[in-house]
Structure formats: C-alpha cells, structure tokens
C-alpha cells in the first residue's frame, strides 16, 4: 500500500479506463484510515460499508459500458455540516450528535452523480466556529505532518483527510478563511469559491452571507475538477448565481504571461518571517513566468477582522436559534419551556459557539444595532471598495494564507483573540464575496507547509486557478532539479 499520493484525476481516468477496480482504490484508502486516524481524528464518522458498496456499484457500471462521471471511484470526505441523507450530521456538536437529515445537500448530490465514493465525514471545530479544530465535542484533530500540531480550521478534518492520504478530495465550507488556512497548514490545495458560485443548500449555517463551500485536494488540477463538479446554478438556493458551472481547468496551462499580479503595500503586519520569505518566493516566480508586479494599496483591508467579528456572529446568533431541543438535535429536560431552552442550550454547545451566540446577539440588540453591526456593515462596503480599486490595477492579488506555520496544540486554546488573528488574510474576501484559495508553496519553521493566497475578483476564479498552476508548476520543476541533482 503506498503513502504516495495518487491524483484524483489519474484515479477516475484508471476506473474509467478499467486499469483500476473502485473496489480496491477504496479498501486501500480505507485501509489507510483504519491504520492512521486513530492518531489523526480526522473523522467524526467512517462509511466504510457505504463506500465499499457504492464502489461496487461503480464497477458494475463501468462494466456495462456507462461513464460514472469525472470522479468515478474517487474517494471523498465530507466535512461534517454538510446534510447527508440518512447519515449522521453533527456539526461537531452535542447538540446534534444523532441527529439524520432528511436530505442530501445539493453538493453531495452532484458529487455523488459525478461517480465519487464518500469515506466519511471529517471533524470540525463546532458548527464552523474556530481556526485550529480544537473547538469539537469529538476530540482535537491532529496535523499529520506533526501531531503535536493543529491543522487549522475549522475544516480541519478535511484538511488533514487530505494531507493524510485518507481522502484523494475532501470539501469544507469557509466562513472567513476555514478552507485556506487549514490547506496552508495541512500543506494541501484549499479553494473558497465566488460567493453564490456553489450552492449552500444543505449545508448547516454559521454566516449566511459569508459561508461558501469549496474543495481540499493535493493539485490544483484536481481542485478545479472537484469545483466544476459542485459549481452552478440551483433553484434551491436563493444566493446561487444563475450560470452554469466554473470552466477552470481549460486555463491551467496557460501560463501568466502578462498577468498583473498585486502585492498589497499596506498588508496587515503579523506574518512570521517564513511565511514572508515564502510570500516574495512566489512574487518572483510569477515573475520570472511572465506575470508583472503591482503595488495597490487596500487601506480597509485591516479592518477586516474587526467587521467580520461583529457580522459572522450576528448572523451565527441568528442561524443558530432553531437549535432549542424542539425542532433539531437534543433535549435537556427541564420543568417548562423556558427552562428547557436554556438548559438544553447550556448543555449542547461548547464555549466557542456561546461566545460568538452573546457577541452576536448583544450586537444585534435594541440600542446597540446601529453602533456595532450597522457600522460594521458599513465598514464592509469600505473593504468592497479597496477591493474594487485593487482589481482595477490587478488581475489577482498574493497574500499569506496564514500568518504562521501550524502552531501547538493549546497554544491559543486558552486566547480567543489571538486565535482570531490566524484569519486576517483571509478574512477580507469573505466580506467581499470574492474567490480565494491557498496553495502550498514549500516550508517554513521546523519544516511545516506554508501556503500562499491568491484572491481574484468575483467570477474571475478561472484567473486565480491559472496563477495557482504557475505556482504549483514551478515548486514541481524545483522538486524536479533537487532529485536530479540527488
């Protein structure tokens, strides 16, 4: 059994030519996390008997001559707020630990169409709420390039699934940066689409106007195939944009010879000295690629963190209200309904989500609407502005997608704040609604990944995948030279 990773796009094309059984690319990466997760945790849930049938299935098709789909045979997490029909769906949650959707979210659905085998659904800090995964009911997730280290989050499970070979893809939902920060850490692909590019119906919501789902992979060509499959339109979703889906792959090859690349000259400060030597690293390969280097200034870029701790709160005091011990998940018993809420509230959510429930609700009450959360939506159009003005004069931006290596576990556990900072660059385009994404882009400190962050205006994903190949393209040809020179 090998630790290499194998591309999902090379495994689809060897079940659909028939140089591979769907059965046996399964029981190996089954095989795999029944050897490694218990050190990992990177799954809630394993559905090895689902996916050993749904495999078989596979290969009956392919013997009869019908295409499953472009991700024929290839094993895929699900982070676990996304609805899964008849399957558990926690949130990472005591308030919903039994509890079974009635339905499959619209993404599940078009992954499953496309021939994808799902293995399991993957920890996440609670209902989306954190950035290390350290914030779940279930237990920390662990990095697999250190396991004395976070992942990331708070799609860590889907992050480290990938990094851990356990999944050839996994799909996360990013609220400000719950994709890109744990691909950065994790060392993996990591790609928050456009706003509204990728259907939400069925994924459990933190902020409404900020989530987006979007896919873990090892390459960036296996990214943008695993975006095409989930994007475009659906009538369920009144935030999904009506066009079909993302066209990426066709631009990965092309290359950026004259693309304006920006660097933000007023970027917040924070970003340890490996992450920066790694950020220029990648200025000057898009350069020496053809790609031309642009300074604009994004002056409200800084006050990202601040709107987005007053906003996602908001929203996540609203969103989370249904969850009373009536309508979903557990129950507290208690003498009358008021009691009941309260202590089914008490006991179902973690410290994290009741945080951010009291910010939230205090910033939406009577007399402090319009100081807080009024003025923090004002700041966003600011942000939208700078954002505007920088794609005037760039066709894509580079940014740190953390400001920092993975850090220990429990470094931050007991700091909130410092544990919000991990979010600043990533942040800023979950206000906008734009497309972001981090690609790995070699080490740092003690040898763990660095990501770098392209971000793009809104539908212009195809643009920011092009650079991402580039980038990628060139940390391969360096591999390349280091194992000849060997």
């Given at each position: 059994m090998s630790d290499q990773p194998t591309t999902a796009v090379d495994l689809a094309n060897n079940v659909r030519n028939g140089v591979a059984k769907a059965v046996d690319v399964v029981d190996e990466y089954l095989?795999?996390?029944?050897?490694r997760d218990g050190e990992i945790n990177a799954f809630n849930l394993v559905l090895a008997d689902q996916a050993r049938e749904r495999a078989a299935e596979i290969d009956a098709m392919i013997s009869v001559g019908r295409d499953p789909g472009p991700l024929a045979g290839v094993p895929v997490a699900l982070k676990d707020n996304l609805c899964t029909r008849g399957i558990p769906t926690t949130c990472s949650s005591k308030i919903l630990a039994d509890w079974k959707p009635?339905?499959?979210?619209?993404?599940?659905?078009?992954?499953?169409?496309?021939?994808?085998i799902f293995v399991g659904k993957t920890n996440l800090d609670?209902?989306?709420?954190?950035?290390?995964?350290?914030?779940s009911a279930f237990g920390p997730t662990k990095n697999p390039h250190?396991?004395?280290?976070?992942?990331?989050?708070?799609?860590?499970?889907?992050?480290?699934?990938?990094?851990?070979?356990?999944?050839?893809?996994?799909?996360?939902?990013?609220?400000?940066?719950?994709?890109?920060?744990?691909?950065?850490?994790?060392?993996?692909?990591?790609?928050?689409?456009t706003y509204g590019a990728v259907s939400r119906l069925g994924l459990i919501a933190f902020g409404s106007s900020l989530d987006q789902i979007g896919p873990f992979a090892h390459t960036v060509r296996d990214a943008a195939v695993a975006l095409e499959t989930i994007s475009g339109h659906d009538p369920g979703d009144s935030t999904s944009i009506q066009q079909g889906p993302l066209d990426l792959s066709d631009t990965l090859d092309l290359g950026v010879a004259g693309l304006r690349v920006g660097r933000i000259t007023d970027l917040p400060k924070g970003a340890s000295p490996d992450v920066e030597e790694r950020l220029e690293a990648a200025f000057d390969a898009l350069r020496e690629a053809g790609a031309e280097i642009v300074d604009v200034e994004m002056p409200a870029f800084n006050?990202?963190?601040?709107?987005?701790?007053?906003?996602?709160?908001?929203?996540?005091s609203s969103n989370l209200a249904r969850f009373d011990g009536v309508r979903f998940g557990m129950r507290t018993a208690a003498p009358d309904t008021n009691?009941?809420?309260?202590?089914?509230?008490?006991?179902?959510?973690?410290?994290?989500?009741?945080?951010?429930?009291?910010?939230?609700?205090?910033?939406?009450?009577?007399?402090?609407?319009d100081a807080y959360y009024g003025r923090a939506q004002k700041v966003r159009r600011l942000i939208a502005n700078d954002f505007a003005a920088a794609y005037a004069k760039a066709d894509v931006l580079l940014t740190p997608a953390s400001p920092t290596v993975a850090f220990k576990l429990g470094d931050k556990a007991s700091d909130p704040l410092a544990m919000y900072l991990c979010d600043t660059y990533t942040i800023p385009s979950n206000l906008t609604g734009d497309p972001g994404m981090s690609v790995p882009f070699g080490t740092g400190e003690h040898g763990l990944p660095v990501g770098v962050q392209i971000l793009a205006p809104a539908l212009k994903d195809h643009v920011m995948f092009q650079a991402a190949a580039t980038l990628e393209r060139h940390m391969q040809n360096l591999q390349d030279q280091n194992v000849s020179a060997s």
């Amino acid at each position: 059994m090998s630790d290499q990773p194998t591309t999902a796009v090379d495994l689809a094309n060897n079940v659909r030519n028939g140089v591979a059984k769907a059965v046996d690319v399964v029981d190996e990466y089954l095989a795999r996390i029944d050897e490694r997760d218990g050190e990992i945790n990177a799954f809630n849930l394993v559905l090895a008997d689902q996916a050993r049938e749904r495999a078989a299935e596979i290969d009956a098709m392919i013997s009869v001559g019908r295409d499953p789909g472009p991700l024929a045979g290839v094993p895929v997490a699900l982070k676990d707020n996304l609805c899964t029909r008849g399957i558990p769906t926690t949130c990472s949650s005591k308030i919903l630990a039994d509890w079974k959707p009635p339905y499959d979210a619209t993404v599940v659905t078009r992954l499953r169409d496309a021939g994808a085998i799902f293995v399991g659904k993957t920890n996440l800090d609670e209902f989306a709420m954190g950035s290390s995964t350290e914030n779940s009911a279930f237990g920390p997730t662990k990095n697999p390039h250190d396991t004395t280290r976070v992942p990331g989050g708070s799609s860590g499970g889907s992050a480290a699934a990938v990094a851990a070979n356990f999944a050839a893809v996994s799909f996360g939902s990013d609220t400000g940066g719950s994709i890109r920060q744990p691909a950065a850490l994790c060392g993996v692909v990591g790609v928050k689409p456009t706003y509204g590019a990728v259907s939400r119906l069925g994924l459990i919501a933190f902020g409404s106007s900020l989530d987006q789902i979007g896919p873990f992979a090892h390459t960036v060509r296996d990214a943008a195939v695993a975006l095409e499959t989930i994007s475009g339109h659906d009538p369920g979703d009144s935030t999904s944009i009506q066009q079909g889906p993302l066209d990426l792959s066709d631009t990965l090859d092309l290359g950026v010879a004259g693309l304006r690349v920006g660097r933000i000259t007023d970027l917040p400060k924070g970003a340890s000295p490996d992450v920066e030597e790694r950020l220029e690293a990648a200025f000057d390969a898009l350069r020496e690629a053809g790609a031309e280097i642009v300074d604009v200034e994004m002056p409200a870029f800084n006050y990202g963190l601040t709107a987005y701790y007053l906003i996602a709160p908001a929203e996540a005091s609203s969103n989370l209200a249904r969850f009373d011990g009536v309508r979903f998940g557990m129950r507290t018993a208690a003498p009358d309904t008021n009691s009941m809420y309260t202590a089914t509230r008490t006991d179902g959510f973690g410290a994290e989500v009741k945080r951010r429930i009291m910010l939230g609700t205090y910033a939406l009450s009577a007399g402090y609407y319009d100081a807080y959360y009024g003025r923090a939506q004002k700041v966003r159009r600011l942000i939208a502005n700078d954002f505007a003005a920088a794609y005037a004069k760039a066709d894509v931006l580079l940014t740190p997608a953390s400001p920092t290596v993975a850090f220990k576990l429990g470094d931050k556990a007991s700091d909130p704040l410092a544990m919000y900072l991990c979010d600043t660059y990533t942040i800023p385009s979950n206000l906008t609604g734009d497309p972001g994404m981090s690609v790995p882009f070699g080490t740092g400190e003690h040898g763990l990944p660095v990501g770098v962050q392209i971000l793009a205006p809104a539908l212009k994903d195809h643009v920011m995948f092009q650079a991402a190949a580039t980038l990628e393209r060139h940390m391969q040809n360096l591999q390349d030279q280091n194992v000849s020179a060997s």
